[in-house]
């Protein structure tokens, strides 16, 4: 029987499979062999780039506990979506891996043992997410779009998020490394966004359950595993003052593109609420202090020189 209310037009058959193989035949892993991670002993990160790297390497390295929230819906009986997503999770857990060596540079825990500590601080709600899930998926045939729109948000997010870490830290090799992590999100970005828009363009259920979702539900990424408060000092971080701002206000008119989704502001309004709650406490060992205002300046004078 078929899900689908009587006045809805059924999802077009698919995304373009010569698409989703070419996705798969260049999925690899995050290429660092040549990063000199070494430089960071010379030149270290300054305490906010280090925070913010702590965040994006345990957000990273939670992929996994994300997909296994994903196919427990509907996502599982797309070849397409469950091709791309095999992908998306081996990338992502390289980029964490990528980014745990840049904290181990600085002598931070990193990896495996870091990834572990975090799951045993989760909430007991996170043991009922795949429940929550699956439920959703049998009450509704739109959820999936619900998934493929708010990963692409996500992803522009993410992308955004490590572009504002590298012209903030100034750190070259950083640089790199960042550039490269983008490069492959870029993808994942191409693939959430088309599968959104094929799902929202052919639903009015699809386009009003995507919108109340993300207005109601949607937060930075990682705000459903980090303290809040650190979720408020890593956005206030990235997206504070002009170019921060500028740069959440991109992803706010990508968001505006897909179907149902426009004036949304999603992002915008998620760092407002983040600087109010970083400037309304005190921030644990998070301020740019002179030390550490020095190495940026270093970072950039090395950048400049490179």
């Known amino acids: 029987m078929s899900h689908l209310h009587p006045t809805e037009r059924p999802a077009p058959p698919g995304p373009d499979p010569g698409r989703t193989d070419l996705l798969v035949r260049r999925s690899a892993r995050l290429a660092v062999d040549d990063i000199d991670f070494g430089a960071f002993a010379a030149c270290p990160l300054d305490a906010d780039a280090l925070r913010c790297l702590r965040y994006m390497h345990d957000v990273e390295s939670h992929t996994i506990c994300y997909l296994r929230d994903l196919l427990v819906t509907a996502a599982h009986r797309d070849p397409h979506v469950t091709a791309f997503l095999a992908c ?14 840049v904290l181990a540079a600085h002598g931070e825990a990193a990896g495996t043992s870091r990834a572990a500590a975090l799951r045993l601080t989760l909430p007991r709600r996170d043991r009922l997410r795949p429940l929550l899930f699956s439920l959703g998926s049998a ?16 992803e522009w997010t993410t992308q955004a998020g490590y ?70 000092i890593v956005a206030r971080y990235l997206f504070g003052g002009d170019a921060g701002r500028a740069a959440a206000c991109r992803v706010d008119r990508q968001i505006d593109r897909m ?25 644990p060992a998070a301020g740019l202090s002179d030390r550490a205002s020095g190495r940026a300046s270093r970072n950039r004078a090395m950048a400049a020189s490179s």
């Open 88 to 101: 998306w999770s081996y990338e992502e857990h390289w980029h964490g891996d990528a980014i745990g060596r």
């Open 139 to 154: 009450l509704s045939p739109h959820v999936v779009a619900v998934h493929m729109a708010w990963g692409a948000v996500n």
């Open 163 to 232: 572009g504002r870490l590298a012209a903030r830290a100034g750190h070259p090799v950083l640089a790199e490394l960042l550039r490269r992590i983008m490069k492959q999100e870029g993808r994942h970005i191409d693939f959430y966004t088309a599968e959104a828009c094929r799902r929202l363009d052919a639903s009015a259920g699809a386009r009003r359950l995507c919108r109340v979702a993300l207005q109601r539900a949607w937060g930075p990424v990682g705000s459903g595993i980090m303290p809040a408060q650190e979720v408020a």
């Open 259 to 283: 179907s149902g989704l426009q004036g949304l502001h999603l992002v915008e309004r998620a760092v407002g609420a983040a600087s109010r709650r970083a400037r309304s406490r005190p921030v």
